[in-house]
């Protein structure tokens, strides 16, 4: 319900609709900043602007050499040996052995003197190798400018989020407004045909009317109450749905409708969204991470220089071991020759994704275009209606007067009545919506084109209240 604006709502109406005194009145800007704060979906959307980031930072690793810390434990079907009598063929030849067998048994030599261990059969290393790629084709530098790229895609994802949540806002908040608006047209119409029954029961038994017209005067009075009851219901659930929303179930909102003297420009609205709307932003982001797809798959055909080293923190005491080097450090090259992951075709699908985005930019500006203008129009409109049946109202106004005078003088029906009261609640009821559908329309003219922190300055700005 309302509080400040609908100060003629009767206190069985307040009771019914809150309750109890408890409802916490909340303006529509300290609604919106609450929503900021507790609604789920735009948590979730800037998680994941966080988890963009946080991949941005990573990229920022690949300029960084790799060092690993690795060791092995392997064994050999056998220890591996050099046999000094291998290495000469002549040692083989049969008379340099009977030369030699003399000799052998005078020093007390066997065959195994000749054999030398170079490493044992359970081998143990450790060491540090270091990988560092020095130019890789420019696809370090494309890798970065695609997660600086998905980080703007995150925040634009965000900002739509927000604008379809400060439409959604507006909607559910003013349709409360709206609703407990026609909750008061009800009310009034019940009462005043309530009056106008008993006016009609007075005047039975005087004789001066006939049963049917009181029968119709009674009639229209239930069907009255029936649509109040409705309209309470309709009220209920609107306000349900907003303390949803705010997860505040005694919300109750303290702003009311209201339409501005004029609307702001449209041409200046249209440039304006088209500067600074978010799907056109996060189209931009798309076409950056397409370029930088089409320098990464470019990047394939560069040859890639590296250097590498290594160094041994642990090895045994073999022979094989003494002998190789602690540590070494070198430079390499890799030149790609035949590739089977399809570079060309790659690079030709990357493309292809930079025309759709290219394509998609300029659809989406005639949408929006045509959306901005759209919406104006329709504000327009409201606010046109709403001005316009200002004379219609007091006609309704006037009608009902003259009806109920004309009753008692036996010169109008009852139905005359009715009808005179049905048409001032429609008309009521007309201009309400013709004021709830400038509201929505305004808020999102301002979502669409980034101006949701300037909806308060139309909202208390100058102003028309639409009070009943």
Same mark, same amino acid.
């Given at each position: 319900?309302?509080?400040?604006?609908?100060?003629?709502?009767?206190?069985?109406?307040?009771?019914?609709?809150?309750?109890?005194?408890?409802?916490?009145?909340?303006?529509?800007?300290?609604?919106?900043?609450?929503?900021?704060?507790?609604?789920?979906?735009?948590?979730?959307?800037?998680?994941?602007?966080?988890?963009?980031?946080?991949?941005?930072?990573?990229?920022?690793?690949?300029?960084?050499?790799?060092?690993?810390?690795?060791?092995?434990?392997?064994?050999?079907?056998?220890?591996?040996?050099?046999?000094?009598?291998?290495?000469?063929?002549?040692?083989?030849?049969?008379?340099?052995?009977?030369?030699?067998?003399?000799?052998?048994?005078?020093?007390?030599?066997?065959?195994?003197?000749?054999?030398?261990?170079?490493?044992?059969?359970?081998?143990?290393?450790?060491?540090?190798?270091?990988?560092?790629?020095?130019?890789?084709?420019?696809?370090?530098?494309?890798?970065?400018?695609?997660?600086?790229?998905?980080?703007?895609?995150?925040?634009?994802?965000?900002?739509?989020?927000?604008?379809?949540?400060?439409?959604?806002?507006?909607?559910?908040?003013?349709?409360?407004?709206?609703?407990?608006?026609?909750?008061?047209?009800? $009310?009034?119409? @019940?009462?005043?045909?309530?009056?106008? &029954?008993?006016? *009609? !029961?007075?005047?039975? /038994?005087? %004789?001066? #009317?006939?049963?049917?017209?009181?029968?119709?005067?009674?009639?229209?009075?239930?069907?009255?109450?029936?649509?109040?009851?409705?309209?309470?219901?309709?009220?209920?659930?609107?306000?349900?749905?907003?303390?949803?929303?705010?997860?505040?179930?005694?919300?109750?909102?303290?702003?009311?409708?209201?339409?501005?003297?004029?609307?702001?420009?449209?041409?200046?609205?249209?440039? $304006?969204?088209? @500067?600074?709307?978010?799907?056109?932003? &996060?189209?931009? *982001? !798309?076409?950056?991470? /397409?370029? %930088?797809? #089409?320098?990464?798959?470019?990047?394939?055909?560069?040859?890639?220089?590296?250097?590498?080293?290594?160094?041994?923190?642990?090895?045994?005491?073999?022979?094989?071991?003494?002998?190789?080097?602690?540590?070494?450090?070198?430079?390499?090259?890799?030149?790609?020759?035949?590739?089977?992951?399809?570079?060309?075709?790659?690079?030709?699908?990357?493309?292809?994704?930079?025309?759709?985005?290219?394509?998609?930019?300029?659809?989406?500006?005639?949408?929006?275009?045509?959306?901005?203008?759209?919406?104006?129009?329709?504000?327009?409109?409201?606010?046109?209606?709403?001005?316009?049946?200002?004379?219609?109202?007091?006609?309704?106004?006037?009608?009902?007067?003259?009806?109920?005078?004309?009753?008692?003088?036996?010169?109008?029906?009852?139905?005359?009545?009715?009808?005179?009261?049905?048409?001032?609640?429609?008309?009521?009821?007309?201009?309400?919506?013709?004021?709830?559908?400038?509201?929505?329309?305004?808020?999102?003219?301002?979502?669409?084109?980034?101006?949701?922190?300037?909806?308060?300055?139309?909202?208390?700005?100058?102003?028309?209240?639409?009070?009943?």
């Amino acid at each position: 319900m309302t509080s400040r604006f609908i100060k003629s709502l009767w206190p069985c109406l307040m009771g019914a609709v809150l309750g109890s005194a408890q409802a916490q009145t909340i303006s529509f800007g300290e609604a919106w900043t609450r929503v900021i704060q507790q609604d789920e979906g735009l948590a979730a959307e800037q998680a994941g602007v966080d988890r963009a980031k946080q991949l941005r930072e990573a990229a920022k690793d690949m300029y960084l050499p790799k060092v690993d810390l690795g060791a092995s434990y392997t064994r050999l079907d056998q220890a591996v040996e050099l046999d000094m009598m291998d290495l000469n063929p002549i040692a083989s030849h049969p008379e340099l052995g009977q030369v030699l067998a003399p000799l052998m048994q005078k020093f007390h030599l066997s065959p195994d003197d000749f054999v030398t261990p170079l490493t044992k059969q359970n081998v143990v290393t450790s060491s540090v190798k270091m990988l560092w790629p020095l130019f890789t084709g420019g696809r370090i530098d494309a890798a970065q400018d695609i997660r600086q790229a998905q980080v703007s895609e995150a925040q634009q994802l965000l900002v739509l989020k927000q604008q379809a949540t400060f439409e959604s806002l507006s909607q559910t908040y003013f349709g409360v407004v709206l609703a407990a608006q026609v909750v008061m047209t009800k $009310q009034e119409i @019940e009462d005043g045909l309530a009056h106008h &029954l008993d006016h *009609a !029961k007075r005047l039975e /038994a005087q %004789g001066q #009317i006939a049963k049917v017209e009181r029968l119709s005067a009674q009639s229209a009075y239930d069907r009255a109450r029936i649509d109040t009851q409705k309209s309470r219901r309709g009220l209920e659930i609107a306000e349900l749905a907003l303390g949803h929303m705010l997860k505040l179930p005694s919300a109750e909102p303290g702003s009311g409708l209201f339409v501005n003297k004029e609307l702001p420009g449209l041409d200046g609205l249209v440039s $304006q969204t088209l @500067e600074v709307h978010p799907g056109l932003k &996060l189209l931009s *982001a !798309k076409q950056e991470q /397409a370029k %930088g797809m #089409i320098r990464m798959e470019k990047g394939k055909y560069a040859p890639e220089v590296f250097m590498f080293g290594n160094y041994n923190l642990y090895e045994d005491d073999s022979l094989a071991s003494k002998t190789a080097p602690d540590w070494l450090v070198g430079v390499g090259v890799s030149m790609p020759l035949i590739s089977r992951d399809g570079r060309s075709e790659t690079v030709q699908a990357a493309k292809s994704a930079e025309l759709q985005v290219n394509l998609l930019q300029a659809k989406t500006r005639q949408d929006l275009e045509l959306l901005v203008e759209k919406t104006w129009r329709e504000a327009a409109q409201g606010l046109e209606e709403y001005q316009s049946l200002s004379s219609t109202q007091a006609l309704a106004e006037e009608n009902v007067l003259l009806r109920d005078k004309a009753f008692g003088q036996g010169l109008s029906t009852s139905l005359d009545v009715v009808d005179a009261r049905n048409q001032l609640a429609g008309v009521k009821t007309q201009r309400a919506a013709a004021a709830y559908q400038y509201v929505l329309s305004l808020a999102r003219l301002l979502a669409l084109s980034g101006q949701m922190n300037s909806f308060n300055q139309y909202q208390h700005g100058q102003v028309i209240e639409v009070n009943s």
